[in-house]
């Protein structure tokens, strides 16, 4: 390369460093991974690539798709759309504004699914109700190769995104995906299961408009709202999911803050054995196991 041009041009490095100082005089928590994030994804590495490539000069092309994810970035988009991707239990998903970001919180309802079905059953079946991106599906089925599992969701968008990352996880040979509503009795001839998990909507409707911007403004509401008081569909997939487990199965949902007691009540209310519950990384009771005799 002529001196000149090459003089025109930045390393990885330099556009690494722009970028974290820009997101961080703007506020973003995390600057230093979503800067990394944003310019492996415009040049089209791994984060790994990048940290290897970062003494080599880039092209103008590069630079301005950095320069567009990050404008894109401090107008509130998360990161995850803008790069189209995302991690969840150590597994690559495909993510797009019809699903929801797979979240930490949601490593706890996997960790309980394994927990539970550990040398109880290792050829479990598994329904992932209001399944989304699928990434509890991915991560059991990944996590306990025996299993069978169902994927169920009533967005026929957000099923496509579910049937994407599970075969990008080779997961195709023992999971069925299927368009169903929770919220009403279950379609016929679904079979029995001896783990119903569930991440539902469970924002109240009123709270909605009161989340960060990066959530309200970008992330599909349908996968947020449930319902006046949050618990629709807590209420709803007890009273008609509950006939599909097998003796001695459970159902665990990922539940919002202060909403576990309700859950618990709500269990014990239809005759649940035995109620239990996770508690997230914040010390937040974020899991409600409910276990059936």
């Not at 189209?84 to 699903?99: C, I, N």
């Not at 995104?161 to 919220?183: E, F, G, P």
């Amino acid at each position: 390369m002529p001196g000149g041009a090459e003089l025109d041009l930045k390393t990885y490095n330099d556009i690494y460093l722009s970028t974290r100082n820009l997101l961080k005089r703007n506020g973003i928590e995390a600057y230093a991974l979503e800067a990394r994030t944003l310019v492996a994804c415009a040049a089209g590495k791994t984060s790994q690539q990048l940290l290897r490539d970062l003494s080599l000069y880039t092209s103008r092309e590069v630079e301005d798709r950095v320069t567009d994810y990050v404008a894109r970035r401090l107008k509130g988009e998360p990161v995850a759309y803008i790069t189209g991707s995302w991690e969840f239990y150590g597994l690559p998903m495909k993510v797009t504004p019809d699903v929801l970001i797979p979240r930490m919180d949601t490593e706890v309802l996997v960790d309980a699914v394994k927990e539970f079905l550990t040398g109880y059953k290792m050829d479990g079946r598994v329904l992932d109700l209001c399944c989304g991106s699928g990434c509890i599906t991915c991560a059991v089925g990944h996590e306990l190769p025996a299993t069978k599992l169902v994927a169920i969701d009533l967005s026929a968008s957000a099923l496509e995104i579910c049937r994407h990352n599970i075969a990008m996880n080779r997961l195709n040979s023992r999971v069925i995906c299927l368009q169903a509503d929770a919220t009403v009795s279950p379609p016929m001839g679904i079979g029995s299961f001896d783990v119903i998990a569930s991440n539902p909507p469970y924002i109240e409707s009123d709270e909605i408009q009161q989340l960060d911007v990066s959530v309200k403004d970008y992330e599909p509401i349908w996968a947020l709202d449930g319902g006046k008081d949050g618990l629709r569909f807590y209420k709803a997939i007890i009273k008609y999911w509950k006939s599909l487990l097998r003796p001695g199965g459970c159902i665990i949902f990922e539940v919002g803050e202060n909403q576990a007691q309700d859950v618990c009540d709500m269990f014990m209310a239809a005759g649940f054995e035995s109620v239990s519950t996770r508690k997230d990384t914040q010390g937040i009771d974020r899991v409600v196991i409910g276990k059936i005799s």
